[in-house]
C-alpha cells in the first residue's frame, strides 16, 4: 500500500507542478495580449483627438489616467481602460509632437517586462510576444 502511495505521489506532484507552470505562463501571454489590445485602443483615441487639436498634447508632460479620460472621454474612446491587465495604471507621456503609452508588464521591477506603444506603434514587447 505504501508503495503505491509513494508511486502515486511520484507521479501526480510533477505533473501538478507542470500544468500550474504551463497554465501561469498562459495567464502571462494572455494579459500580454489584453495590454497590446488596449495600449491600441488608447493610441487610435490619443491619434483621432491630435488629427483634432494638431498636437498631442494634453497639458501634461505625464499625464495620469484622468487627465487621459478627459481629453479622450467619450469622443475618442468609449471607456478608457481602468488599469492594466496586471492591475496598475497605464502611464502616459505626451509632446506636442508625440506619446508614449506604457503598461510595466507582470514584473514591474523588471523594464524587459514592459510593453511599450509610442507614436504609431510598439516599440517594446516582453520577450516571446509576436505581433
Request: glycine share 6%; charged share 25%.
Amino acid at each position: 500500500m505504501k508503495i503505491k502511495l509513494l508511486f502515486a505521489a511520484l507521479v501526480i506532484i510533477p505533473v501538478g507542478t507542470y500544468a500550474r507552470s504551463t497554465f501561469s505562463q498562459a495567464l502571462e501571454r494572455s494579459h500580454q495580449k489584453k495590454a497590446m489590445i488596449e495600449l491600441r485602443e488608447i493610441a487610435t483615441a490619443w491619434e483621432a483627438r491630435a488629427e483634432d487639436t494638431k498636437s498631442y498634447d494634453v497639458g501634461k508632460r505625464n499625464p495620469s489616467r484622468f487627465d487621459m479620460q478627459r481629453a479622450l472621454v467619450p469622443k475618442y474612446i468609449k471607456q478608457l481602460p481602468a488599469r492594466d491587465p496586471w492591475g496598475r495604471d497605464y502611464l502616459f507621456e505626451s509632446t506636442p509632437a508625440g506619446y508614449t503609452i506604457r503598461s510595466l508588464g507582470g514584473n514591474r521591477l523588471s523594464p524587459t517586462d514592459d510593453v511599450v506603444y509610442t507614436n504609431g506603434s510598439f516599440q517594446q514587447l516582453p520577450a516571446g510576444v509576436m505581433l
